[in-house]
Nanobody
Framework: HLQLVESGGGLVQPGGSLIVSCSASESTTDRLDHYAVGWFRQAPLREREGVALISSYGDTTWYADSVRGRFTISRDNAKNTIYLHMEKLNPEDSGVYYC????????????????WGQGTQVTVSS
């Protein structure tokens, strides 16, 4: 059973950059390179929203309008890891960032994804 682990969150100043990572847990032999993966985020009192998606081969990506041009999703299948490189961060980017997999087709709708990590907190504040 595939399990996901996010890492790399933290506190960053407005305008700064941060990279968060998503890996398969060490307790599983499943590999992420068979799956499309999505990054989502949830701020307090707000619904979870899609941020960026990447196909299983990494040849196709999708971005929410709010992050396009600032965020880059990528994957290193040899390392079984997906990255979200975030630049020009602003306070509205704060929230818990989750990675997910197991959707029939890549979509920004969170309810279509079956397997979720525990999340990593990103706080953008001066």
């Amino acid at each position: 059973h595939l399990q996901l682990v996010e890492s790399g969150g933290g506190l960053v100043q407005p305008g700064g950059s941060l990279i968060v990572s998503c890996s398969a847990s060490e307790s599983t032999t499943d590999r992420l390179d068979h799956y499309a993966v999505g990054w989502f985020r949830q701020a307090p009192l707000r619904e979870r929203e899609g941020v960026a998606l990447i196909s299983s081969y990494g040849d196709t990506t999708w971005y929410a309008d709010s992050v396009r041009g600032r965020f880059t999703i990528s994957r290193d299948n040899a390392k079984n890891t997906i990255y979200l490189h975030m630049e020009k961060l602003n306070p509205e980017d704060s929230g818990v960032y989750y990675c997910a997999t197991g959707a029939p087709t890549p979509t920004m709708r969170p309810d279509e994804w079956a397997i979720w990590g525990q999340g990593t907190q990103v706080t953008v504040s001066s």
